[in-house]
């Protein structure tokens, strides 16, 4: 463990260091003037680890896939220049090991050097910084900008600096304490490591335990007891057609908040009919919530129970789909599947978990996964039975941690071509295996954001299917399986390999809506696209993971329904997200 050789910058009113008691010059740092308590506040610090710092701050500018406001900037910048000081004075000490001398005090010269340095580089990154978020705002079509939180930046960044600052260093001194104590029975090396191991081992069952099972307990509470809510406008159904409705095996309270949201909205036969200009039918729709049975499996019998007793197996198209986290559906993909069904269709799901996606993905993986298995099985069950000729078209889609658990009911692409008509996943999350699998293993010289798979035969890839959906030369015949994904979506793009490893969409060509400039660079771009995720949808639709208008032409691709034009495919965007 290296000592603290921290230095303090020198103010140019101190003087010149005594050797006496108010100003003694040790080797690791320059004390203060016993007077000058507001330098005390400050938290000591060596030059390497300041410089390092320094370089990593002002990178932490450079653009990413969203547009940032001031307080996400701020964030993102203090704990780029936290990492960066730990690099510092970790990457000194070794080097003074290698050269076998102690640590020298910095002098004033070395200090005034940085601070010089410090505010030009700083002060050209920022206006870099705006720069580049103005131009991703362009790109995204957003408006929304705050100057005041754009000059907070800088404090912001102290401020979380100054905190992880600390953190470190009262870590450093629990393992000075624990090492002291150790070393009263065991030799001194082994005291040093036993007291790191019990330092790490505590600070991480701090952590996991004390902070990230509380915050888990606590966000778990609030959302089950959101879950007994009712959305404004909702209202129970009262056709025999919906979960929660008249005769139905699932109970209107049972259903959550976003099962009640599912089944107590879409569209009617009326507005299908309107839309088509031909007689329609009123879709069918099934839900279990977490309150309708105590596991996975019985919640997913008594969805696929109530979807048969409504009548959903004898409708021409039929979809499972696999929700996110807390239960919640995109109106965008079902509407469109109905409307584009004429109506003659079922869609069932059920939910796993009160927490949204991005929690359940930490604690709910297992949760995820049972669910899009268990529900498509028990789908499967009973259509597989049904004769050939009175089966409905079965198909398969979800949306981000939806499409995890749904690619979890197959084995790959053979398996999805022979039990399913078509299959719609949008924001794949970037752990998802078969979407790794048919990413990774594309032909080469197709791009990352959009590969091409085995010549396209069943799975394919886009990010906007007006456009056309590679390789449109190449036949695509059969089930079709289609990933809707955009080049700035960090839910697609995030990994912990972004920490030490530049992966292909960076260095390939970008995508439409991502900035050429971005550059991938250790530690930093993992921390840029982790403070992207919990603002992914907060961006126009089309961008980043706001999946909304696509879901019409990606049906429109999947299904390959008749009697539909441009035009009316132009009618229905507008239908599923109105413009203005």
């Not at 584009?340 to 709910?364: E, I, K, N, R």
Request: proline share 8%.
């Amino acid at each position: 463990m290296a000592k603290d050789t921290s230095v303090s910058p020198p103010s140019p009113s101190d003087g010149p260091p005594s050797r006496g008691d108010g100003g003694r010059e040790k080797a690791g740092h320059v004390e203060p003037p016993s007077g000058s308590r507001w330098r005390r506040l400050l938290p000591r610090l060596t030059l390497p680890g300041s410089w390092v710092a320094l370089v990593l701050a002002c990178l932490s500018f450079t653009p990413s896939l969203l547009p940032r406001g001031g307080v996400l900037q701020g964030l993102i910048c203090g704990i780029s220049a936290a990492i960066g000081y730990g690099l510092g004075v970790v990457g000194a000490y070794v080097w003074r090991a290698f050269a076998d001398r102690e640590a020298r005090p910095a002098s004033r010269a070395s200090w005034r050097m940085l601070l010089i340095g410090g505010i030009v580089l700083f002060g050209l990154a920022f206006g870099f910084g705006q720069y580049w978020q103005h131009q991703i705002r362009e790109l995204m079509g957003v408006t929304d900008y705050n100057v005041l939180t754009a000059v907070a930046c800088p404090f912001i960044a102290a401020l979380v600096f100054w905190l992880l600052l600390a953190a470190g260093r009262g870590l450093r001194r629990l393992y000075h304490w624990a090492a002291r104590l150790l070393g009263r029975w065991i030799g001194p090396r082994a005291a040093r490591v036993v007291g790191w191991i019990v330092v790490v081992g505590l600070a991480w069952s701090a952590f996991s335990g004390v902070l990230l099972g509380g915050f888990v307990n606590a966000a778990n509470e609030a959302f089950s007891v959101r879950d007994t809510q009712t959305p404004e406008g909702v209202h129970q159904p009262t056709t025999v057609l919906r979960s929660g409705g008249p005769g139905s095996l699932v109970p209107w309270d049972s259903l959550g908040f976003q099962g009640r949201a599912f089944t107590g909205s879409g569209p009617t036969a009326a507005q299908i009919g309107a839309f088509t200009h031909r007689p329609a039918q009123e879709p069918i729709r099934a839900y279990a919530g977490l309150e309708t049975a105590d596991s996975t499996q019985a919640r997913a019998e008594r969805a696929v129970a109530d979807l048969e007793r409504a009548g959903g197996f004898a409708r021409k198209n039929l979809l499972v789909m696999t929700t996110t986290g807390s239960g919640w559906v995109d109106p965008a993909a079902v509407d469109s599947f109905e409307y584009l069904g004429d109506g003659d269709s079922a869609t069932v799901a059920m939910q796993y978990s009160y927490l949204p996606s991005w929690m359940s993905y930490l604690v709910d993986q297992s949760k995820a996964r049972a669910a899009g298995r268990d529900l498509f099985d028990a789908v499967y069950g009973v259509w597989s039975k049904l004769p050939q000729d009175r089966r409905p078209r079965l198909f398969v889609a979800g949306e981000s941690l939806g499409s995890f658990g749904g690619e979890t009911a197959f084995s790959g692409e053979n398996d999805l071509r022979n039990r399913t008509a078509g299959t719609l996943f949008a924001g794949p999350p970037n752990f998802n295996t078969l979407f790794r699998e048919f990413s990774d293993h594309r032909e080469p010289g197709s791009p990352e954001i959009e590969p091409v798979y085995k010549d396209g035969r069943t799975v394919r890839f886009t990010d906007d299917p007006t456009k056309g959906i590679p390789p449109a030369d190449r036949p695509w015949d059969g089930t079709r399986v289609l990933y809707l994904m955009h080049p700035s979506d960090p839910i697609v793009w995030w990994s912990p390999s972004l920490a030490f490893s530049e992966p292909d969409w960076i260095h390939e060509k970008p995508g439409t809506d991502v900035l050429g400039s971005m550059v991938w660079m250790p530690l930093v771009t993992f921390w840029q696209v982790t403070a992207d995720l919990p603002f992914s949808t907060g961006v126009p639709d089309g961008h980043g993971h706001t999946y909304k208008a696509a879901y019409v032409d990606g049906w429109n691709a999947v299904m390959r329904p008749t009697g539909f034009t441009a035009q009316d495919l132009d009618r229905l965007r507008e239908i599923i997200q109105p413009q203005g």
